[in-house]
Nanobody, 123 residues
């Protein structure tokens, strides 16, 4: 019914940039909050950035000033622009969304995750 698909990960040198995308598809009525998390090997998953109401944003201290989260409400897509990348940014990045969707004529609310996209930053 509802699916989140991330793209844009890859290998980049330190100081470089990447832009991740998260596309939500299905019978979506509205997306309330979209978040980006990351998980490095041997570490817990951490919240990187949040966008709510299509405009209000917040960031983890470790990425503040380097990463920018944005959203395209018409297309149900969230972006994470990552600049000045560091080796410690290496992780699998996951998209997460709180949204409302239709099923069988009714509206439901749910929390969904993408499958993740690998970001590797080399020195």
């Amino acid at each position: 019914q509802v699916q989140l698909v991330e793209s844009g990960g890859g290998l980049v040198q330190a100081g470089g940039s990447l832009r991740l995308s998260c596309a939500a598809s299905g019978s979506i009525f509205s997306i309330h909050v979209m978040r980006w998390y990351r998980q490095a090997p041997g570490k817990q998953r951490e919240l990187v950035a949040t966008i709510s109401g299509g405009a209000s944003t917040s960031y983890a201290g470790s990425v503040e000033g380097r990463f920018t989260i944005s959203g395209d409400g018409a297309k149900n897509i969230s972006y994470l622009q990552m600049n000045s990348l560091k080796p410690e940014d290496t992780a699998v990045y996951y998209c997460n969304a709180d949204l409302a969707y239709y099923s069988g004529g009714y509206r439901y609310y749910g929390d969904y995750w993408g499958q993740g996209t690998q970001v590797t930053v080399t020195v």
